[in-house]
């Protein structure tokens, strides 16, 4: 009668401090609460960083029409002469307007104009070109930033969760509830969620930005434009590209005889004071090279081809790049989809733990509660992971807005 009073007397009390723990240690259900609030620089990665090369190519067309126009020549000259002759005391005038065609007149400066215009394309370009990869490696620390948030705050709910169930492990294990090996356990885990909450300390949390939260919290179910359309987009949008694709042109362009060639049309009126004669003049004077300007055949091909070889190595990295951060992205999601599976299981589980800790029977119940408090550890483990996880899809899909100039996050 006695054992039987003592086991009724030790059930209850297990079940009351098991109550208490339910009380205690439940997993909260706002789990990305602390993960959201305002993040300037996200936010100006998400939203501004394509409409300035959107603004940096209106600018390129307005600045290279300007630029090209200020080596164009209306080549036009007026031309007065007056000439004395010493030895005989003659005067003589000569007034006109004369129109130079070649060489650095009418014709050759629209050459010369292109040709300034092509080479500061290609320095505008490079400028693109730098611009897009900070803004990538900005985007890139960001994420970085927000993911290392993202695992200080989780290791601060594990070590809160540990921290109560340590407390209530030293209750059971003095009350006989709980055996040493299976409270060492708990302490080995408690210690290491201590450990790592002070090493992933951030003293300045970067979060997710709160305008973008309802986007984040299921970017891996958003619709992603087709892989090899992307790779289209990219080749064409890329300043690598279009700079190799203008150095090409540049070295099939011609430097021939025609290049150096000087022609003149000219209208004038001499007149002469010793001598009774006055006259217009009209005419076309031309002077043609004797010399070859031609480029070495050989050369030019050698050029082309260094251009081409390097147009075809730019075109297979970024078609690489494209695919890597594509399959990143639906790695992600796959993985997302498998861990939200198992928290959905593992919240079952703990329901059933729950249920079975305040229905007591028996020496079971000295694991059922160990098992209900690393369960709910496990469930935070795979929210973060979940979250991580979403953090690394926005990132590879800033990497691809940057490289294919299309927004991709919206």
């Not at 992307?230 to 890329?238: G, S, V």
């Amino acid at each position: 009668m006695l054992k039987k009073t003592v086991l009724l007397l030790g059930l209850m009390l297990s079940a009351a401090i098991c109550q208490d723990d339910l009380n205690q240690s439940a997993v909260s259900s706002g789990e990305g609460e602390v993960l959201f609030g305002e993040n300037l620089t996200l936010r100006h990665l998400l939203e501004d960083g394509l409409s300035f090369r959107k603004d940096m190519m209106r600018t390129k067309e307005a600045y290279l029409k300007l630029y090209e126009a200020q080596f164009k020549r209306a080549a036009l000259e007026a031309k007065i002469v007056a000439e004395r002759a010493l030895d005989s005391e003659r005067n003589g005038y000569e007034t006109g307007i004369s129109w130079n065609l070649f060489g650095n007149g009418y014709f050759g400066s629209r050459s010369f104009a292109a040709e300034q215009k092509a080479q500061k394309n290609i320095a505008f370009e490079h400028d693109v070109d730098t611009v897009l990869s900070n803004y990538a490696e900005v985007a890139y620390y960001e994420i970085e930033d927000i993911k290392r948030t993202i695992l200080y705050r989780y290791a601060q709910k594990r070590y809160m969760l540990l921290q109560k169930g340590m407390m209530t492990a030293r209750r059971k294990l003095q009350s006989g509830l709980l055996t040493r090996l299976a409270y060492e356990r708990i302490e080995t885990a408690y210690e290491k969620s201590k450990k790592a909450k002070e090493y992933l300390l951030v003293n300045e949390p970067k979060p997710f930005d709160q305008k973008y939260r309802k986007l984040i919290t299921v970017i891996e179910t958003k619709k992603l434009i087709d892989a090899q359309k992307l790779t289209k987009l990219t080749l064409a949008h890329a300043p690598s590209v279009k700079i190799e694709k203008q150095k090409l042109t540049q070295s099939t362009m011609d430097d021939d005889w025609k290049q150096h060639l000087k022609a003149e049309l000219y209208l004038k009126r001499k007149e002469y004071t010793f001598v009774d004669r006055q006259e217009t003049l009209g005419g076309l004077q031309v002077r043609i090279p004797l010399e070859s300007y031609s480029k070495n055949r050989e050369l030019v091909r050698l050029e082309k081809e260094y251009s081409r070889q390097k147009m075809r190595s730019l075109k297979l990295i970024l078609g690489k790049k494209v695919r890597y951060l594509y399959d990143r992205i639906t790695y992600n999601r796959e993985q997302i989809d498998r861990m939200q599976k198992e928290r959905t299981l593992a919240q079952h589980q703990l329901e059933q733990y729950r249920y079975k800790v305040t229905h007591p029977a028996g020496e079971r119940m000295r694991t059922r509660w160990e098992n209900m408090l690393m369960t709910e550890v496990n469930i935070l483990d795979l929210e973060q992971n979940i979250w991580i996880a979403r953090a690394d899809i926005l990132s590879a899909l800033l990497k691809l807005q940057y490289l294919s100039g299309v927004r991709l996050v919206r």
